[in-house]
């Protein structure tokens, strides 16, 4: 019997299975679409923000995906007239600065005190990135494999597929997108407000490309023109899509740019269409039994802000380890009650954001009015951080009220010396185990500390500060394998903080 199935082989799906087999779990990504539909749906371009690209380092996977988004950025600059590729160019020069931090509903957040950490590309690419990894650890992937209906009893998750094959294992989680069968199935609630806008991204030839602004807020709705080349947007607020499946047509397209621009828009050819909405909703909890939720399963919203994908990614490296050291039997199956209790707070704040930029992107000029205000607020220091901090996920703590303040939060940057030699802490967590860090800048004697941990070397590593570290009276660190701090205190209270997060000591 397979450990774990995964449902859904998107970036959530891979990058959990990634972190599955890397704890020493055995998933299986079971996938309904093949390489070409997944290829269709991966309009529009996907942001990572700064703490998923932390995340990303932790395994090594920020150098692989930043290659792609720099060898798409040279595909697209070359593929435009004179006027768009310097708008590429001004992307590039302003990503390799380090300058971009996002936006809030469509107003920058840059910011020159610090280079920031983001990386933006198509979804399929981050996909490549992903499956390769997950090829090269051995996982396997299955494509074309519908779910049509799940299961669960005291010893197993079942798994029908849709040719009447059965697939157990020991858990599953549905990664299986906002119209999740898993969770459908496996009767999650998912209660929510209903969509209020229809958006529309193509890839589409216009009679008359000028027509159409590189960016526009008008009194009809938003359009905008992608870096990708050929790629259109429009957001109108008619109260959302009445069949977001069918196919999309020209007239369909070259309609709604005309209602938003107020242009007489021609549109001579259309390859491919999709609609989406600002439907928002969230599942009431990720965990029924042996099944878990992750990613767009459990939480929908606008994709105003460029959330979403960041919200799943993150949801799959909390869960990976946690779920790896239960179907090992090394945790305990209480240790998966902590993903809902920690990673459902941070969704409901970034479905409570995203319906705010959607808020302050309707028309009208009360909402013209408020954007110019919120525009200066977000040049005031401290709600730039605020915001800054917000939409790059930067503000997490998954332990809020803790008697230290560095509990709950990513782990702080300091070089730290293990067996091997003196590496930055991201190098340190790449195997997948946790890390218990001597705060004191020597690597001498450690007064008991590794004999402290010994029941548990097979889950947890110990380093040493390279310099002593600011942590206020903690003088050990534990480090989850995700990057955040899961305790602090002195060398007394290790042996029961690693019981807590990793099981029992062998």
Not at 270 to 278: F, H, P, T, V, W
Request: aromatic share 4%; proline share 6%.
């Amino acid at each position: 019997m397979t450990d774990v199935i995964i449902v859904g082989g998107g970036p959530v799906g891979l990058l959990l299975a990634c972190e599955l087999k890397l704890g020493g779990a055995d998933p299986l990504v079971l996938e309904a679409a093949t390489g070409e539909e997944r290829r269709t749906r991966s309009l529009g371009l996907r942001s990572l923000n700064a703490r998923t690209v932390q995340s990303l380092a932790l395994r090594g996977l920020v150098e692989p995906v930043a290659e792609a988004q720099w060898a798409m950025l040279g595909e697209f600059a070359g593929d435009r007239e004179p006027a768009e590729a310097d708008v590429v160019a001004l992307m590039v020069e302003l990503l390799q600065e380090g300058l971009i931090k996002g936006h809030f509903s469509g107003l920058p957040l840059l910011d020159e005190r610090g280079k920031a950490e983001y990386l933006m590309l198509k979804q399929h690419k981050l996909e490549t990135v992903l499956a390769e990894r997950a090829a090269a650890m051995g996982v396997r992937i299955r494509q074309g494999c519908a779910v049509v209906d799940v299961v669960q009893d005291e010893s197993a998750a079942v798994a029908t597929l849709a040719d009447g094959r059965v697939e157990r294992a020991a858990y599953l989680v549905g990664c299986d997108g906002g119209r999740s069968v898993v969770r459908k199935r496996s009767g999650f609630a998912f209660d929510g407000t209903p969509p209020t806008m229809t958006g529309r991204t193509a890839v589409a030839e216009l009679a008359s490309p000028d027509a159409v602004s590189s960016a526009l807020r008008g009194p009809g709705g938003l359009v905008n023109r992608s870096l990708v080349p050929g790629e259109v947007a429009t957001i109108e607020f008619d109260g959302g899509p009445d069949d977001r499946d069918a196919p999309m047509t020209a007239e369909e397209l070259a309609g709604s740019l005309r209602r938003v621009t107020g242009q007489d828009v021609v549109v001579k050819r259309l390859e491919a269409g999709i609609r989406y909405s600002d439907n928002t909703r969230h599942a009431e909890t990720y965990r029924k039994g042996r099944v878990l939720l992750a990613g767009d399963a459990a939480h929908v919203h606008s994709p105003i802000g460029g959330q979403g994908l960041n919200l799943g990614l993150q949801d799959a490296v909390n869960l990976g380890w946690k779920l790896a050291l239960v179907v090992r039997g090394l945790a305990p199956d209480s240790l998966l009650d902590t993903y809902t209790a920690e990673r459902h707070p941070v969704a409901a704040r970034v479905l409570r954001n995203t319906r705010a930029q959607v808020a302050l992107m309707r028309p009208g000029p009360q909402v013209d009015a408020l954007r110019e205000v919120l525009g200066e607020v977000l040049e005031l220091p401290d709600a730039k951080r605020h915001f800054g901090g917000m939409v790059e996920g930067a503000d997490v703590d998954y332990a809020p009220g803790a008697p230290h303040p560095q509990v709950g939060r990513f782990a702080p940057r300091l070089e730290a010396t293990a067996h091997d030699g003196a590496r930055p802490l991201a190098e340190l967590l790449r195997d997948g185990r946790g890390l218990v860090l001597d705060l004191s800048g020597t690597s001498g004697p450690d007064d008991g500390l590794c004999g402290a941990v010994a029941g548990h070397r097979d889950r947890v590593r110990v380093a040493h500060a390279a310099e002593p570290a600011a942590t206020g009276d903690a003088g050990v660190l534990l480090v989850r394998p995700d990057g955040y701090v899961a305790w602090a205190g002195g060398r007394d209270g290790i042996g029961d903080a690693l019981t807590t997060w990793f099981g029992p000591p062998r």
